[in-house]
């Protein structure tokens, strides 16, 4: 898998575990209608479970390095 910026990662965490949290919530209070209840509930702890999968693309990637291929060497011209 190829290196994503932490911020960005970051950013998807929050979005997906407060969409989570936030469903789980409204599928479990009483303003929802019966037949909906199980459906909202299940798609807010699909949301909380892929933050959990970017929690753990973020604490377990590593740094890109720049190819060294691809950099100018400097001259030694002094």
Same mark, same amino acid.
């Given at each position: 898998? %190829?290196? =994503?910026?932490?911020? %960005?990662?970051?950013?998807?965490?929050?979005?997906?575990?407060?969409?989570? =949290?936030?469903?789980?919530? =409204?599928?479990?209070?009483? !303003?929802?209608?019966?037949?909906?209840?199980?459906? !909202?509930?299940?798609?807010?702890? !699909?949301?909380?479970?892929?933050?959990?999968?970017?929690?753990?693309?973020?604490?377990?990637?590593?740094?890109?390095?720049?190819?060294? %291929?691809?950099?100018?060497?400097?001259?030694?011209?002094?």
């Amino acid at each position: 898998m %190829r290196y =994503i910026e932490p911020t %960005r990662v970051k950013v998807l965490m929050m979005m997906f575990f407060a969409t989570g =949290i936030v469903g789980i919530l =409204i599928g479990l209070s009483a !303003i929802t209608p019966p037949n909906l209840k199980m459906m !909202i509930t299940f798609m807010g702890l !699909i949301n909380v479970g892929l933050g959990a999968f970017f929690t753990f693309i973020f604490l377990t990637q590593i740094k890109s390095e720049p190819d060294k %291929r691809k950099k100018k060497k400097k001259s030694k011209s002094d």
